[in-house]
C-alpha cells in the first residue's frame, strides 16, 4: 500500500512509498481510510526535528475516517463495508495510571500517527474498541475531526465552565475554532475570541461570537479594545494561539478567582508561559492543562446534531501523493484551517 513515511525527523527524510498493508490480528479491525486531517502541530513537528511522541520510521496522521476493509476473529460488534473513525490513543491498560481507568496518563502511551502507523495511508489496524460507526449523515472529513473535537471538549471540561461566564479564546485556528463553538454551547454569557485573521473570525462572529482582530506585530494593543467592552475581564481565558507572550499579556484579561486553561502548545521562540506566580496566589487564578481528547461516542453526536460545525473548518482537500503541497499550504496561508488527505481517493 502506499503511506507517507519518514525515515526519521525531517522533510528530506519523508515520502510517499510502499509499504507491507498492516496485519489485521485477533480483535483488530483493517480500516481503509478515506480522509485523514493534517494536525499542524504534529505535522510539522514531524516535518522538522520530530514529534514528543514519535518513534521512527513513522507513518503520520492521527486524525482519520474510512471503511472497514476487514475484521479478524473476536471482533462482534464491528463489520466490513461499515463507516468508522479511529481513536488514536493506545494505552498499555498496566501500568499505574491505566488500571486507575487514568488512561490519558498511561505511562508506556501508544499513538497512531506517533509511535504507531498513522493514517497518512490506505489502510491502518486498529483494535476494536478504538473504532466508532459513524452516525448517519456524518461524512468522513467531519469524522477525521472527530479527534480534535474531543481534544477541545477535554479543554472546556477542564475549564469548569459555568452558567453566565465570560469567555475570551485566544487565536480562531482549527482548535480556536471548535473551542469557540463549544463554549457558545455551553450556556456562557458570552464568548469572545481573538485572531489576526479576518476570515477565521467572520466564520465565528457568524456563529454568534464577539470577536476582536489582532495587529501583526501590535497584537497585545487588542487587549485595549477587549477591555473596553468588557471591563470586568473573563472567567476563562483559554490559549489556542501557542503564544507565551500573547498568553502572558492576556492574564491582564482575567478576572479575580478565573481560569486559564493552556491548550497549545508554544510554537515561537519562546517555549515556556512565564506564569506570574505571585498574581496567581493573590487573585485565585487556576491554571488547568489540558492536552488529551474525551469520548469519541460524544463527539460523534456533537457533530451529528450540529452542536460542532466541522464543515466550517475544511479549507483543502489533496491526494496522498500531494501531501507536502497540502502541508506547505496549511503551514503557510492564514485563511488555511483544516486540510483533509484522501489516501484513496477523494469522493467529493
Known amino acids: 500500500m502506499r503511506a507517507l513515511v519518514y525515515d526519521k525527523p525531517g522533510r528530506e527524510n519523508g515520502s510517499i512509498r510502499e509499504i507491507p498493508v498492516p496485519e489485521c490480528k485477533s480483535g483488530q479491525v483493517l480500516v481503509k481510510i478515506m480522509s485523514c486531517g493534517i494536525c499542524k502541530p504534529a505535522e510539522r513537528s514531524h516535518d522538522l526535528n520530530g514529534s514528543v511522541l514519535g518513534r521512527y520510521p513513522a507513518v503520520p496522521g492521527h486524525e482519520m475516517a474510512g471503511i472497514i476493509e476487514k475484521t479478524g476473529d473476536k471482533v462482534r460488534s464491528l463489520k466490513p463495508g461499515m463507516p468508522v473513525t479511529i481513536d488514536n490513543g493506545v494505552p498499555c491498560k498496566t501500568c499505574s495510571y491505566c488500571r486507575k481507568g487514568e488512561y490519558a496518563f498511561c505511562e508506556n ?16 489496524v486498529a483494535d476494536e474498541d478504538k473504532v466508532y460507526i459513524l452516525p448517519e449523515g456524518v461524512s468522513f472529513d467531519e469524522a477525521a475531526v472527530c479527534e480534535l473535537v474531543g481534544c477541545a471538549l477535554r479543554a472546556v471540561e477542564r475549564s469548569r465552565v459555568s452558567m453566565g461566564d465570560h469567555v475570551l479564546i485566544l487565536g480562531a485556528g482549527a482548535s480556536g475554532n471548535i473551542l469557540t463553538q463549544l463554549f457558545l454551547g455551553s450556556g456562557a454569557s458570552s464568548v469572545a475570541v481573538t485572531d489576526r485573521v479576518a476570515g477565521k473570525l467572520k466564520i465565528l462572529k457568524e456563529k454568534g461570537a464577539v470577536v476582536y482582530q489582532a495587529e501583526e506585530g501590535q497584537e497585545s494593543r487588542v487587549f485595549g479594545k477587549i477591555e473596553e467592552d468588557f471591563p470586568e475581564g473573563f472567567d476563562i481565558i483559554v490559549d489556542a494561539c501557542g503564544s507565551p507572550e500573547f498568553s502572558r499579556d492576556a492574564l491582564g484579561s482575567l478576572k479575580r478567582g478565573g481560569t486559564f486553561v493552556g491548550y497549545s502548545f508554544p510554537n515561537g521562540e519562546l517555549k515556556e508561559l512565564p506564569l506570574p506566580v505571585a498574581q496567581f496566589i ?49 503551514l503557510r496561508d492564514s485563511e488555511s484551517l483544516k486540510i483533509i488527505i484522501h489516501p484513496n481517493g477523494y469522493t467529493g
Open 109 to 124: 502511551f501508544g499513538s497512531m500517527g506517533h509511535n504507531l502507523q498513522g493514517g497518512m495511508a490506505e489502510y491502518v
Open 282 to 330: 493573590v487573585n485565585e487564578w487556576t491554571y488547568a492543562g489540558s492536552t488529551f481528547n474525551s469520548e469519541f461516542e460524544t463527539c460523534l453526536e456533537l457533530i451529528r446534531s450540529g452542536k460542532v460545525d466541522c464543515k466550517c473548518l475544511i479549507t483543502g482537500h489533496y491526494l496522498l501523493e500531494q501531501y507536502f503541497e497540502a502541508l506547505d499550504i496549511n
